[in-house]
Nanobody
Framework: QVRLVESGGGLVQAGGSLRLSCAASGRTSSSRVMAWFRQAPGQEREFVARISWTLGVTYYADSAKGRFTISRDNAKNTVYLQMNGLKPEDTAVYYC?????????????????WGQGTQVSVSS
């Protein structure tokens, strides 16, 4: 099992920035892909971005392209999500997830382990 702990959420005004972190521990050798998802109240959990540990290949949801950047620090077993130009519709709980399947992209069921989430709130 890979344990994931998110941090960095908070309240920010529209147009502002936040940087989320996700620290992985435990059986990190089984993790091939890391991703960020988000879930707003009353809505399904949705994909935001993913990155592979080895080559750093990234993939973004359309809503994140041009505003969010996912990155990783292999030495620290940590993944980041830099969010710029935040909008009120970005308000959600943001979750970090780990997958053993290198082909994991947008589907929640492809991910094996999840963090507890961190709240991001964007005021207008």
């Amino acid at each position: 099992q890979v344990r994931l702990v998110e941090s960095g959420g908070g309240l920010v005004q529209a147009g502002g920035s936040l940087r989320l972190s996700c620290a992985a521990s435990g059986r990190t050798s089984s993790s091939r892909v890391m991703a960020w998802f988000r879930q707003a109240p009353g809505q399904e959990r949705e994909f935001v971005a993913r990155i592979s540990w080895t080559l750093g290949v990234t993939y973004y949801a359309d809503s994140a392209k041009g505003r969010f950047t996912i990155s990783r620090d292999n030495a620290k077993n940590t993944v980041y999500l830099q969010m710029n130009g935040l909008k009120p519709e970005d308000t959600a709980v943001y979750y970090c997830a780990s997958a053993a399947d290198i082909q994991a992209t947008t589907m929640t069921w492809k991910y094996d382990d999840w963090g507890q989430g961190t709240q991001v709130s964007v005021s207008s």
